[in-house]
């Protein structure tokens, strides 16, 4: 049976895997960008367009705001790519500044504010995707729906999503939003696997330990919401990063990546990221380099998802988690 992607089926992006925009810019700093940093995002975005990676996907805290002001020097210098590619942002977290604490802010005039900024650093008319970040305790569903009715007539936004978010929240936001959420992001990977784990320990002593809503996954794929992984190489543990610290499950699971990459002649980021496109929620990974070597080390995900079977990606799954499975 062949599968698409909720992002397909909507016309949004048939890109399987995304380009994260996080490290881009610089530090998170107040430092200015440099040149050097519009040099290495342009290597970036053309190591993504290389393998087929068409979705890029940031935030407007990401380095401060540099990540987009970076994206859109290279669109700039590229003004063919901007309708060959789906730009997605987000909003909603508010960094902290002087006394005040890092805040989530759902508010009417925060999301339009933010979204201005959004297509001024960036350079552009319009976003493809505009996901709220993370959930905000003080949301009210009726000043999220204004918001995003002014951004859909004015045409600012095409579709929106949310990240990080359980089935209830994002049931809680919709009655009041008539456009269905395109997209729920989270972080799912070998080294976090909740998404799971929350699955096979229904009516177990161990689901007490899981951190992860019930039932989001199965409402997701009913609802047609295309769930993307954040992190989803783990921050290379799996892939190459020196794990000698890492308690030794990972250890191992990281011997066993790199023996089934060299059994099928692909790389190690291939086979982590083609254990979680396995999964029949066609999850697609948004992958947080700007490292074209890393980014082109991808390129073999799909098939690689294509090929696996169904012994090794529980094989993959009971090594990463350390314990079998009852």
């Not at 269905?180 to 177990?204: C, G, K, P, R």
Request: proline share 5%.
């Amino acid at each position: 049976m062949t599968k698409v992607m909720p992002l397909a089926k909507r016309g949004i992006s048939n890109s399987r895997l995304a380009l994260g925009c996080m490290p881009f810019g610089g530090g998170w700093d107040t430092e200015p960008f440099t040149e050097q940093h519009v040099k290495e995002a342009e290597a970036a975005v053309e190591a993504a367009l290389s393998i087929g990676i068409t979705m890029f996907d940031h935030a407007d805290i990401y380095t401060r705001g540099k990540a987009e002001q970076v994206f859109g020097r290279v669109l700039q210098a590229r003004p063919d790519l901007r309708e060959q590619i789906v730009i997605q942002s987000k909003c909603g977290i508010q960094l902290g500044e002087g006394d005040l604490p890092g805040r989530f802010n759902f508010s009417k005039e925060h999301i339009l504010d933010s979204v201005d900024g959004n297509l001024e650093r960036l350079g552009i008319d319009y976003l493809d995707v505009l996901l709220l970040h993370r959930p905000d305790p003080l949301v009210e569903p009726e000043e999220v729906a204004e918001a995003f009715a002014r951004l859909k007539s004015s045409g600012k936004v095409r579709y929106f999503g949310v990240s990080n978010m359980s089935a209830s929240q994002i049931k809680f936001l919709q009655q009041a939003i008539p456009d269905s959420f395109a997209v729920n992001q989270l972080e799912m990977s070998l080294n976090h696997l909740h998404f799971v784990d929350h699955v096979v320990h229904v009516n177990q002593q161990a689901g007490t330990e899981v951190n992860f809503a019930e039932g989001l996954m199965e409402y997701c794929r009913t609802e047609d919401i295309q769930l993307q992984a954040w992190s989803p190489l783990a921050q290379g543990k799996f892939s190459g990063r020196d794990i000698k610290d890492e308690p030794e499950h990972i250890q191992k699971t990281a011997q066993l990546v790199q023996q089934m990459a060299a059994d099928k002649e692909t790389t190690a980021e291939a086979i982590v990221l083609g254990w979680l496109m396995y999964h029949p929620a066609m999850i697609q990974p948004i992958i947080g380099t700007s490292n074209p070597e890393r980014i082109k080390a991808c390129a073999d995900a799909e098939r690689q998802a294509s090929l696996m079977t169904r012994d090794e990606w529980y094989t993959l799954y009971v090594s990463a988690r350390g314990t079998l499975l009852p």
